[in-house]
Structure formats: structure tokens, C-alpha cells
């Protein structure tokens, strides 16, 4: 690099900064999907820590971003910055590093390629699915299930079906999927049978046809009403024993209720998708 000096500034200090970067780039995507749902609008950080005086911390953010419509993203960092960790932003999930990502903690950037620093979702849900009949909820038979991330090809059911299908079986009229991806999911019923191991024509007819009945549920945020209850435990102080603090407990203890209320009046609403055939 060449540096220009003003002959009249002579026995004044001269700062250079290199502000050269590169680009530090990768994509982020949903696990468990062969890296076939990739995620748009995510925010991405670069974070280093700086140490003052040895002992405490300080975090300074280098660069945000976005992930793309593909699920790519790519940030300029300037040479000479420590990436210490990568912090991902989207609906409060969690995310570490894929399988093959390149991404280590305290990356020293220098000129070169910075790619592949590739991070999944590992965020999960639980989801209730009603196969009933009528609203008296009669058991119609033995189900199966099927599911999908909306928006990508991962598990998705096609004609002919080349690809084999992810699905779950069903022998109850309600049946709760615990670890199912956090994401907006569409829901079917791809088939159902008799004790037999027959298929039910005019039931399956109902929920496949020639336009298949699907349900769309959203589940990135239902996790909310877990993290709030979580809190209000967490600010609860066992040792408090002296006078006032009864009060208070109670109060703790009536919001704690309501919280788990919630909670559970979500599982049943939000959490939940119904088939129901009244034929």
C-alpha cells in the first residue's frame, strides 16, 4: 500500500487503517432435510471477543447480514478480525455448525477463501394431529402421516413417487409428533387402512382425492410460552424466606399457573391440526 503524507503535518502522529476484507460466506439450512430446505432471512453476525486487561470480555459485532432467498449468505470482514463465534437470528432458534461446515471458533481472517461456513437449525416442535370422525372423535383407522418443511423439495411426495417418503403411523384418533422441524410444516393424510391392512377407499378418497386435503401449521414460535414459564422459575429465590416474600411467591406461583395455562391451551390450539371425515 502506498501512504500519501502532507508536507505540513510533519511531527504529527499518522494512523493507517487496512480496511481490505474478504468475503466470509456459507448458507444455513433446516437439519434433518439432506440440506434441502434452505433458510431465507436469516440474520447472520460475526463476533469477536476482545480481552481488557486479561480478565473481562467484550464482544464487538465485526458484520451483519441476511441469508438470501437461497439460504446463502456472504459478509465482507476486514483482514486482521478473529471470527470467535457466528450469531444467527431467526424466530429464537438454535443453530451450531453443519457436519461439513468449515467454521471454526477464533478464525483468524487473512486473505484467502472463507466459504462453506455452513450452520443448521436444529430447532424442534411438537405437533397433535387429529384423524377423527365426526366430532364425537371415532377412531376411522390405522393412519399414516405424512409431513413437509413448506417452501422446499425435502420429503416431498411426487408421481411416481421415486423418492421414498418420511412418514409416521397413526392408530389413535390423536397422536402427538414430539421433534418434528420448528418451521411452517404441511400436514396429510397420505393413507389409512383397516385392521386388515386394507385401505379404506372412500376415507382415503376423502383425505387424497384428486386435490389432497392439506394442513398448514406455523410452528416457529411455539416454543414462547416454555421460555416465559422458564424465566419466571428462574427469578423465583428459594432462600427468600423472610417476611414479604410470601406474597410475592404466590404471586409467582399464580403467574407461573397462568404461563402453564397457556401453554397448554397452545398445545391444544396452536399445536394442533385436525382431520376430520363426517361421511
Not at 383397516?194 to 372412500?202: F, L, M, Q, V
Request: glycine share 8%; proline share 4%; charged share 25%.
Amino acid at each position: 500500500h502506498l501512504v500519501y503524507l502532507n508536507h505540513l503535518n510533519f511531527k504529527k502522529p499518522v494512523e493507517v487503517y487496512d480496511d481490505t476484507n474478504v468475503p466470509f460466506s456459507g448458507k444455513v439450512f433446516v437439519a434433518d432435510t439432506d440440506k434441502r430446505c434452505m433458510m431465507p432471512n436469516v440474520e447472520v453476525c460475526l463476533t469477536q471477543e476482545r480481552k481488557i486487561g486479561g480478565v473481562a470480555r467484550t464482544n464487538e459485532t465485526l458484520v451483519c447480514g441476511v441469508t438470501g432467498p437461497d439460504g446463502t449468505y456472504s459478509l465482507p470482514v476486514v483482514i486482521g478480525s478473529r471470527v470467535d463465534y457466528v450469531d444467527l437470528q431467526y424466530h429464537g432458534h438454535h443453530f451450531r455448525p453443519s457436519l461439513e461446515s468449515e467454521f471454526r471458533a477464533g478464525m483468524v481472517i487473512e486473505d484467502g477463501y472463507f466459504g462453506n461456513n455452513d450452520f443448521m437449525d436444529v430447532e424442534k416442535a411438537h405437533v397433535t394431529v387429529d384423524i377423527v370422525g365426526g366430532l364425537c372423535n371415532k377412531l376411522l383407522g390405522m393412519s399414516t402421516v405424512h409431513m413437509k418443511v413448506v417452501g422446499c423439495d425435502w420429503n416431498e411426495i411426487t408421481v411416481p413417487q421415486n423418492v421414498p417418503l418420511e412418514t409416521f403411523s397413526q392408530n389413535g384418533p390423536t397422536k402427538i409428533y414430539n421433534n418434528v422441524p420448528a418451521h411452517l410444516l404441511e400436514i396429510q393424510v397420505y393413507d389409512i387402512e383397516n385392521s386388515d391392512g386394507k385401505r379404506i377407499d372412500h376415507i382415503f378418497n376423502f383425505f387424497q382425492g384428486t386435490q389432497p386435503l392439506v394442513r398448514t401449521i406455523d410452528l416457529r414460535n411455539t416454543n414462547a410460552a416454555d421460555e416465559a414459564i422458564e424465566k419466571v422459575e428462574e427469578s423465583e429465590n428459594p432462600t427468600n424466606t423472610s417476611k414479604g416474600i410470601a406474597e410475592e411467591d404466590e404471586l409467582k406461583g399464580d403467574t407461573a399457573e397462568s404461563l402453564a395455562t397457556i401453554k397448554e391451551e397452545e398445545d391444544k390450539g396452536m399445536n394442533l391440526v385436525r382431520f376430520q371425515y363426517d361421511g
